[in-house]
Nanobody
Framework: QVQLVESGGGLVQPGGSLRLSCAASGIIFRIYGMGWHRQAPGKQRERVATITSSGSTRYADSVKGRFTISRDNAKNTVYLQMNSLQPEDAALYYC?????????WGQGTQVTVSS
């Protein structure tokens, strides 16, 4: 059974930082590309960042230069370091393999950006 468990969200002030983690089980993690996505209330889910099995990364324009995706294959974990957070970054953040598989979505981790 595949499980992707996100953690690390919380409340942060504008300009602050958070590091999200996504622990994977039930898959051969090292062979999959991975991605982070987010969904704000009333908006569609959007892809934020992806990382291939070999470590190549891509970012949405809205987070480029502020967010960094990375992976640790020994820990079956993908990370999202988020710096210079802004109110528009507030959302429920999810990880998935890339391209996403619909059955693999987890519960997500909430990020709130507010002063």
């Amino acid at each position: 059974q595949v499980q992707l468990v996100e953690s690390g969200g919380g409340l942060v002030q504008p300009g602050g930082s958070l590091r999200l983690s996504c622990a994977a089980s039930g898959i051969i993690f090292r062979i999959y590309g991975m991605g982070w996505h987010r969904q704000a209330p009333g908006k569609q889910r959007e892809r934020v960042a992806t990382i291939t099995s070999s470590g190549s990364t891509r970012y949405a324009d809205s987070v480029k230069g502020r967010f960094t995706i990375s992976r640790d294959n020994a820990k079956n974990t993908v990370y999202l370091q988020m710096n210079s957070l802004q109110p528009e970054d507030a959302a429920l953040y999810y990880c998935n393999v890339h391209p996403p598989i619909s059955n693999y979505w987890g519960q997500g981790t909430q990020v709130t950006v507010s002063s």
